[in-house]
């Protein structure tokens, strides 16, 4: 019987302690952060940004090395993950909507967003009907597509010779990075929890201000604003590193960024609003109605105030509140009542719904003439000054001083 040598066997045994890079714990942990940053870089910028909404250009180097990235770190197929994404935002927060909190429930989306997700690359629909454009070279079709799962199979391999059997816990955090940050954090807390910029028509929220550690995917609520914006941070105090890395790319002539968010600007204060002021409200609509929304919720705190000072019930403003900036048919049908009845009992907030509702018609009314909308609009500003409420006069007169950038 054939017994292996002992320098042999304590070789193995090291080999699995150890692997072939024999490093330290910490060094261990920020390869493991290294890597898993390098995949979200690759969602973000190739899949997202450069294939999904055609935001940017990217070139071959940049192009290919995140496809193999991808390939090896996740096993997602590139037409898939498009076809998907795309699929949640032309069906947002509807039953048809791949994975929205607001029709499958936040604990779905959260814990199971993985399973969403391979649900719906199992629907050869979505597929066709929402994959176009996306590479379909020979590469895509004999390996990365073909084999999607060998890909995934050839990072266990190399994690395992080089860090031993502790490769296996590196290769499972690799493996999850993308399911939990993706699938589960910006498709759930993203429709359901954080801060809004801007009054997009659907839930979305930024979860920080902050986009390091998801690639700037963290500024969600920017990013529905204006999807087919390659930046995702508007204000001064946000960051989106995916960003950073975009300017890089372009720099080195690897990159071509097409469309970022528009900025409004303020300039001097019109007697009268005009075509100009108009075309830049529709442009800035969002922030316009973000503007709105603040003045909404001061003067709603100041009729909270007033209550208090009364000792009056307030659970009927308070449960309204939430819902008195948003759009009529984004209100839940559970909220309706209260929101009737809140106000009927605040003239000053019934006031301002319903100029809110007025000022949104304009840049959904496509049978008007600007000339037509630009009198509209005008009209909007003297009524809006005439109603003796202090937050629409001060949100009016910020409107006649408004141009493009």
Known sequence: MFFPDSAVLNSAVDWLANGLWNLSWWEIVLYTLFTTHITIAAVTIFLHRTQAHRAMDLGPIPSHFFRFWLWIGTGMVTREWVAIHRKHHAKCETEDDPHSPQTRGIDTVLWRGAELYRAEAKNAETIAKFSHGVPNDWIERNLYSRYSWQGVGLMLILNVALFGAL?????????????????????????????????????????????????????????????????????????????????????????????????????????????????????????????????????????????????????????????????????????????????????????????????????????????????????????????????????SVRLRSARMA
Not at 298 to 321: F, M, N, R, T, V
Not at 332 to 340: C, D, E, F, G, N
Request: charged fraction near 25%; include cysteine.
């Open 167 to 395: 490769g296996l816990t590196v290769w499972a955090v690799q493996m999850l990075w993308i399911p939990i940050t993706a699938a589960g954090i910006i498709n759930g807390i993203g429709h359901y929890w954080g801060y809004r910029n801007f009054e997009a028509p659907d839930a979305s929220t930024n979860i920080s201000p902050w986009g390091l550690i998801i690639g700037g995917e963290e500024l969600h609520n920017n990013h529905h604003t204006y999807p087919t914006s390659a930046k995702f941070s508007v204000k001064k105090y946000e960051f989106d590193i995916g960003w950073v890395y975009i300017r890089v790319f372009e720099m080195l002539g690897w990159a071509k960024v097409k469309k970022v968010p528009p900025k409004l600007q303020l300039g001097a204060i019109q007697p009268v609003p005009d075509e100009k002021t108009l075309e830049a409200v529709i442009a800035n609509r969002y922030e316009v109605m973000a503007r709105y929304a603040r003045g909404m919720r001061h003067a709603c705190k100041a009729e909270i105030e007033q209550l208090k000072s009364k000792g009056a019930d307030l659970s009927l403003l308070q449960g309204a509140k939430r819902w008195l900036h948003r759009d009529d048919d984004k209100v839940p049908a559970a909220a309706r009542q209260t929101l009737v009845e809140a106000r009927a009992a605040h003239p000053v907030l019934d006031k301002m719904f319903t100029m809110r509702e007025e000022l949104r018609q304009m840049w959904l009314n496509t049978s008007q003439s600007r000339e037509q909308l630009a009198a509209d609009l005008a009209a909007w500003c003297h009524r809006a000054e005439a109603s003796g409420i202090a937050a629409l006069q001060e949100f």
